[in-house]
């Protein structure tokens, strides 16, 4: 097919708050020999992209300056080293950058199938999270069957994902959540216990629903304060993984002895620098074991909101107030 010369795109002029998003033209990329071009139908908003408008999170070498890091629409054009799909094929796809336009270049190696059922906005729901849950709950948390895990933020879109992902392979999951409405969210999603962080200590409540054992795996986004009874509420052998520090990464004076005395792990990742080949390993084990639940219709996405793409700026203001309960999306293709 015959490229348009130009595209509608989604730049900050600036670093600062949503304000500065605005819609604007320029040309359509071109794809590397291992890369597809997408004609995007739906993006994803997620948290990355909120530091990186601020202008705290700059994208990787080589990656698109323009915000977004999930997609879902139409291969129109592949690289001369692409093998499985050609023009015409339907997917969504982790990206490097550059999610909020109407093309967006993807590495063959992060690209998925859309699951069965699933809308073009359903399907930009799932790389981000997906991605993100299985390699730091399964890969590094070494989550199984039979274990127990908590969720910190189990109303966010990391913890829907980590909530049903976790259920559905056997695991019993506890969240942390801050109103009523998201609580009960997430005991709907599957979580056997929801704790509202605002009215009890998540510490005193999973010491209380495991007998006092612990959990064996603990997923944070929050950081430092959260840290130290993070360590606390682990069983011995547990891990913690962190994925984020939205409260901040630094911690003074606290007595690591319990990681030897209890044999713990504390790990965790960051995705969006990783290699195109670690990548698509993490892609080809989600195709393996997670894409079966998504086309069974055991799991999936939750949408919370869903705005056309010249307003990204109002989708970013909502994902800061903290109200959304699953996944913020961008609809593209009207």
């Not at 892609?283 to 307003?311: D, Q, Y």
């Amino acid at each position: 097919m015959t490229l348009p010369e130009t595209m509608t795109f989604i730049a900050a002029e600036h670093p600062g708050g949503p304000e500065v998003l605005r819609a604007t033209q320029g040309p359509p990329p071109s794809p590397r020999a291992d890369e597809v071009l997408i004609r995007v139908a739906a993006a994803g908003v997620n948290r990355p992209d909120i530091v990186q408008r601020e202008g705290r999170y700059p994208p990787p070498p080589g990656a698109s300056p323009i915000l977004g890091l999930e997609v879902a629409g139409e291969v129109v054009a592949a690289g001369a080293e692409v093998r499985s799909l050609r023009p015409g094929a339907r997917v969504c796809a982790l990206v490097n950058g550059g999610g909020y336009a109407a093309y967006c270049v993807a590495p063959e190696a992060q690209c998925l199938p859309w699951p069965d059922g699933c809308d073009a906005v359903r399907a930009a729901a799932l790389p981000e999270t997906y991605f993100t849950v299985w390699a730091n709950v399964f890969m590094l948390g070494r989550l199984s069957a039979g274990e127990t895990l908590l969720v910190h933020g189990g109303s966010s879109g990391i913890g829907v994902t980590a909530i049903q992902l976790g259920t559905a392979f056997g695991a019993t999951v506890y969240a942390t959540a801050g109103t009523a409405a998201k609580v009960e969210a997430c005991r709907r999603l599957g979580a056997a216990a929801a704790i509202n962080y605002r009215e009890a200590d998540f510490l005193d409540e999973i010491m209380r629903l495991t007998d006092r054992r612990g959990v064996d795996v603990v997923l944070d986004m929050i950081g430092a304060p959260y840290f130290p009874r993070n360590l606390r509420a682990l069983a011995i052998d547990g891990r913690l993984v962190q994925i984020a520090f939205l409260h901040g990464s630094k911690l003074e004076g606290f007595d690591l002895m319990p990681v030897m005395t209890r044999r713990l792990t504390i790990t965790g990742s960051t995705l969006r620098p990783r290699s195109t080949a670690q990548k698509g390993a993490i892609a080809a084990a989600l195709r393996e074991k997670v894409w079966p639940l998504l086309n069974a219709g055991r799991c999936a996405p939750v949408i919370h909101a869903t705005f056309p793409l010249a307003e990204a700026a109002a989708a970013h203001a909502l994902m800061e107030s903290g109200a959304h309960i699953g996944k913020i999306m961008l609809n593209v293709a009207s």
